[in-house]
């Protein structure tokens, strides 16, 4: 019934409540040309929009979760027609998404895809995922986030011999330097994201969002306006009816009823 052209998308888990996107243009290993953005971040949007979704996992294949924007695509591009249609500005997009996002990579992420795991909010990998920012060794640089957020999860050093380099990493070593925050065998890596997304949806939403911004506001701000900031949303969620049932729950030993208020 779905006239998806690049991506599947389905409700899983027990509570049918996590929305699973996955990328699926197996012919050139996932890469996101411009009518794959699209139905992504329509995709990612709508779950966002849906009361009974808790979180959301972006996957791909076992060979790839994606092999980078769409080189194909990009070879005609001139700088003007870059500035006049905003060369992969609809991918900023995914980040206004205020439920977390779970990138579950398998295989290449390279290129934009690697940029578009970091963009998600917690990253697991499979076993033989390779990640990497190809870029240069076609002669150009990355061009969504790969330069500004590998850098503040894996430091200078490191992600500046990355970019520079056009190497790719194993999901070892992807580990090691915080990329990723968990490996799994490839074909448990859908099913653990799944996992971790039931348990975040076992929280309140409303508070979930909040944390997650909370989390997010660390790029963009000093440690004392960050703080601050921090502060102010915790004080906030003592307006929420689910701060006052999480406390009151904990206290008289029962389970938590949510109601998103
Ligand atoms: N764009 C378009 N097509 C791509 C692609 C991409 N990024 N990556 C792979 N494909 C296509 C190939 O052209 C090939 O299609 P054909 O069969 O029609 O030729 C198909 O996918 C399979 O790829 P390969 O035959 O190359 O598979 P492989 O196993 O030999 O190699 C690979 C796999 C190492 C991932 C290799 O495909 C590769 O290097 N891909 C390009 C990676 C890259 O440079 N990514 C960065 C793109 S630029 C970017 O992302 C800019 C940005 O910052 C957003």
Redo the contacts with the bound molecule.
Sequence with gaps: TSNLEYIITKKVGEKNNIGLVQLNRP???N??CDGLVTELTEAVSAYDADDKVGAIIVTGSER?FA????????LNQTYSSNLKTGL?QQWDNLSKCKKPIIAAVNG?A????C?LAMMCDIIYAGEKAKFG???I??G?????G?TQRMIRSCGKSFAMEVCLSGNQITAQEALMRGLVSKVFPPEKLVEEAIKLAEKISEHSPLIVALCKESVNHAYESTLSQGLKFEKKLFYGTFATDDRKEGMAAFVEKRKPNFTNN
């Design positions: 012919k050139a290993l890469a996101l790839a092999a980078g924007a769409d080189i194909k695509e990009m992969l290449f390279l290129g934009g895809g940029e920012q190809p870029e060794i076609i150009t640089i990355p061009g969504a790969g």
